[in-house]
């Protein structure tokens, strides 16, 4: 049974960092292309960040490049996403995601395993 359970989310004032961690079970996640993405009330689940199985490649949004940082540690089944210089836009839940396939790495639809979430709120 494939589980990824994020952790990490909480309250932060505009400018400040958190560090989101999604811990993966059930699966070897070196076979995985693993993602962020986010959703904020009423709106769309929009991409965040992707990085390839080996974590050499990553991918942003633009609106979170520069600031984001996405990194996985494969021997313990784990990726994570460093938050610096939040903005109150940043505010949304944010999920782990895995795939097994390649191709578009922003694509909701194209990811075969999900986490619950953890909210993260940036106050101004």
């Known amino acids: 049974q494939v589980q990824l359970v994020e952790s990490g989310g909480g309250l932060v004032q505009a400018g400040g960092s958190l560090r989101l961690s999604c811990a993966a079970s059930?699966?070897?996640?070196?076979?995985?292309?693993m993602g962020w993405f986010r959703q904020a009330p009423g709106k769309e689940r929009e991409f965040v960040a992707a990085i390839s199985r080996g974590g050499l490649n990553t991918y942003y949004a633009d609106s979170v490049k520069g600031r984001f940082t996405i990194s996985r540690d494969n021997a313990k089944n784990a990726v994570y996403l460093q938050m610096n210089s939040l903005k109150p836009e940043d505010t949304a839940v944010y999920y782990c995601?895995?795939?097994?396939?390649?191709?578009?790495?922003?694509?909701?639809?194209?990811?075969?395993?999900w986490g619950q979430g953890t909210q993260v709120t940036v106050s101004s």
């Open positions: 995601a895995a795939r097994l396939s390649s191709g578009t790495y922003s694509s909701v639809q194209e990811y075969d395993y």
């Open positions: 059930g699966l070897t996640s070196s076979r995985y292309v």
